[in-house]
């Protein structure tokens, strides 16, 4: 199916690679896997190098009962371990800080609404002392 590529398509790909060309058309795309395979040493079929790859490591250093593999788990649980914990006292610590920024915020508002009476109160008390003045001493000018 693959077939190798010619002298002179090799010789076109040397002057502009196929990457910066505008427009491939599907036999260059698919010429270009075929290549790649062959250039690779991939035939028909599961290359070994796939094939060992998808089977994963194998050897002593590897096996199930490794004590470093077993050492390096109990240190991977115990990161797992205390970065739960630290994502828990964050969630924590923000939702402590919701509550403290709505009581900022209910303790601004009911100060400005005491800073508003407080002023309406002022300009009543000193009306009412003018009035008392002028009673008292009606030709005396306060």
């Known amino acids: 199916m693959c077939r190798e590529p010619e002298r002179e398509e090799q010789l076109e790909d040397a002057i502009m690679p196929p990457k910066f060309k505008r427009h491939l058309?599907?036999?260059?795309?698919t010429g270009s896997i075929c290549s790649e395979r062959v250039r690779h040493g991939w035939r028909e079929g599961?290359?070994?190098?796939?094939v060992s790859f998808r089977r994963g490591p194998t050897g002593p250093r590897f096996g199930a009962g490794s004590d470093k593999i077993r050492q390096v788990q109990s240190q991977v649980d115990e990161v797992i371990d205390v970065m739960q914990e630290n994502i828990?006292?964050?969630?924590?610590r923000g939702e402590r800080l919701e509550d403290l920024q709505?009581?900022?915020e209910s303790l601004s508002d009911n100060a400005s609404a005491f800073s508003s009476r407080a002023k309406q109160l002022h300009r009543r008390m000193w009306w009412r002392?003018?009035?008392v003045s002028q009673r008292v001493c009606p030709c005396m000018p306060s």
């Not at 058309?25 to 795309?29: I, K």
Request: proline share 0%.
């Open 25 to 29: 058309n599907d036999e260059e795309v």
């Open 102 to 104: 709505d009581k900022s």
């Open 46 to 50: 599961w290359s070994s190098l796939y």
């Open 129 to 131: 002392d003018m009035k």
């Open 88 to 92: 828990s006292k964050v969630i924590d």
